[in-house]
């Protein structure tokens, strides 16, 4: 990705390969989860949403504003971790989406 992009372009990409490799692994749900589920107060969501629910309903539609409002951006982001754990525990073939994630973090962390 070409470093002359400002870190909201280079989120936007990003944000829009994660939805792409969602997608591709059927991991995309067509159904929100309740409201109830998605006003979750826990890290993740984790009592509440799948990994990949959170990230669909809450981290992506999150991000999106921001970059739309042109606001400031999380400064420390570490969800590869997370991906990572996530993808091992259903068994799938995530390495493209856990890499996706580890250039989230980067580009937020301005470690690109």
């Known amino acids: 990705m070409s470093q002359h992009l400002s870190q909201s372009e280079q989120l936007a990409a990003v944000l829009s390969d994660i939805r792409t490799e ?13 409201a109830e589920a998605l006003a979750s107060q826990q ?6 949403l799948s ?3 959170w990230t669909q309903w809450i981290m992506l539609p999150r991000f999106d504003a ?3 409002q042109k606001a400031p951006l999380p400064a420390n982001c570490n969800i590869a ?4 754990t996530c ?14 994630f580890h250039r989230l973090d980067q ?6």
Request: contains cysteine.
């Open 22 to 34: 969602l997608q591709r692994l059927n991991c995309w749900q067509t159904q929100s989860p309740s």
């Open 51 to 53: 990994f990949f629910e």
């Open 43 to 48: 890290p993740f969501a984790v009592d509440t």
């Open 66 to 68: 921001l970059i739309k």
């Open 87 to 100: 993808v091992q525990q259903e068994g799938i073939d995530g390495q493209q989406l856990i890499a996706l």
């Open 81 to 84: 971790p997370m991906a990572e």
């Open 107 to 112: 580009v937020l962390n301005g470690t690109h």
